[in-house]
Structure formats: structure tokens, C-alpha cells
């Protein structure tokens, strides 16, 4: 049941010329501002309601800005859905997959595996899955290197059903990722309270 899995709050993906008028919007509709856009950096406007939810606009997938996914393409390719009973627009299971094994690769609160459960249940469940798309995608937002080591988790140690092809391309494009690409997963290694560097020589 979705409504069983815990959710900090409600992220959405925006084009970052759409950024502001949508902030905008948000403040007319009982929404206030919290914090956002604070430096060349931040990809990501923060707001909570009055029935204190929070909602979080982001401009990119990815908090490291070296993994740049084609958002207009991305945005394009959403697929409709209804979450509680609005219509609503989701991004595709191709990208989403590449989303959730990215933004754990990148981020502290992977140690909580909630990532590993979205990912299993997507693979799971979604007999549409473009896993070309998926191959591709992840090719050329530059994230090979760390959705190679989350996907192949995912299938060694949860028995998710990822192609053994997909997996084989991905770990052939690893090694192949540039001097810019490993600091980029260096950084996201370290994301977590545990990722010191000399935790991580230890692992």
C-alpha cells in the first residue's frame, strides 16, 4: 500500500525558468517559503503548508551537478497517474529507476534502504520497464558508475530482476567513467555519516 511508506515530503520536478512562477503560485495556495535557491548550487526550493506538509521543487535529478540527466526529454516522457484520486503526472519507470539508484548513490539518508525497497517494487511491478531506455539514459546523464553499484545490489543481494546484459553493460562503462566522474562518486560516497575517507579505505 503506498500510503504505508514513509515520506519525508512531497518532491516535485520543475524546469528551472518555471522555478519561481510555480514558487509563486505555491504562496498564493497557503504555501510558505522555508528556504531555497540560496547559491548557484542548490537545486532545490524549499516550502511548507499551513497543514505543515512540506513540498520540496527541485530543477535537477541530482543534487551533484556533474550527473546531468536530459530533464526536457525526461519531462516529456512522464506518464500519467492517479495519487489520491488527482491526476497527476510521474516520471517514467526507466527514469525513475535511474533516479532512485542515482540519488542513493549521492545522498546520507541511503543507510535507510527505504531506496532499495522503492527500487525492488519498481523493477517488480513494472512489466513496461524500457530497460533500453533505462541503459541509455544512465549512459548519458554520466551516472554509470554509481547505478552500476546500487543496480547490482539490488540483483546479488535482493534477487531483483535486472537484465544480467544491462548489468554487464553497466559494469563495462564503469571503469570507463572520466577523473571528474570519480570525485562526483567520491563526494557521494562520503554523503553518509559513516563516509569518511578513512572509513571507506577501511571498507
Known amino acids: ?31 510558505n517559503v522555508v528556504g531555497g535557491w540560496d547559491s548557484p548550487l542548490d537545486d532545490s526550493f524549499r516550502l511548507v503548508h499551513r497543514s505543515a506538509l512540506p513540498l520540496v521543487l527541485h530543477n535537477r535529478l541530482f543534487r551533484i551537478p556533474y ?38 548513490a549521492c545522498t546520507g539518508n541511503r543507510e535507510s534502504l ?45 534477487e531483483a530482476q535486472v537484465p544480467a546484459s544491462i548489468l554487464e553493460e553497466l559494469r563495462l562503462a564503469a571503469p570507463a567513467t572520466t577523473g571528474a566522474g570519480r570525485a562526483a562518486a567520491i563526494i557521494g560516497a562520503q554523503s553518509t555519516p559513516r563516509g569518511s575517507f578513512g572509513n571507506i579505505l577501511r571498507t
Open 1 to 31: 500500500e503506498p500510503g504505508l511508506r514513509h515520506c519525508h515530503d512531497i518532491d516535485l520536478l520543475v524546469l528551472a525558468n518555471d522555478s519561481d512562477r510555480i514558487a509563486q503560485a505555491l504562496r498564493s495556495s497557503g504555501w
Open 67 to 104: 550527473y546531468r540527466p536530459p530533464l526536457e526529454e525526461i519531462l516529456n516522457r512522464c506518464s500519467k497517474a492517479q495519487l489520491a484520486g488527482v491526476e497527476s503526472q510521474i516520471l517514467s519507470a526507466a527514469d525513475s529507476l535511474m533516479h532512485i539508484c542515482g540519488h542513493a
Open 114 to 158: 527505504r531506496w532499495a525497497c522503492d527500487a525492488w517494487l519498481l523493477i517488480d511491478r513494472s512489466d513496461a520497464l524500457d530497460w533500453k531506455l533505462f541503459l541509455d539514459c544512465v549512459l548519458r546523464t554520466r551516472v554509470a558508475l554509481p547505478v552500476f553499484v546500487t543496480l547490482d545490489y539490488l540483483r546479488t543481494e535482493l
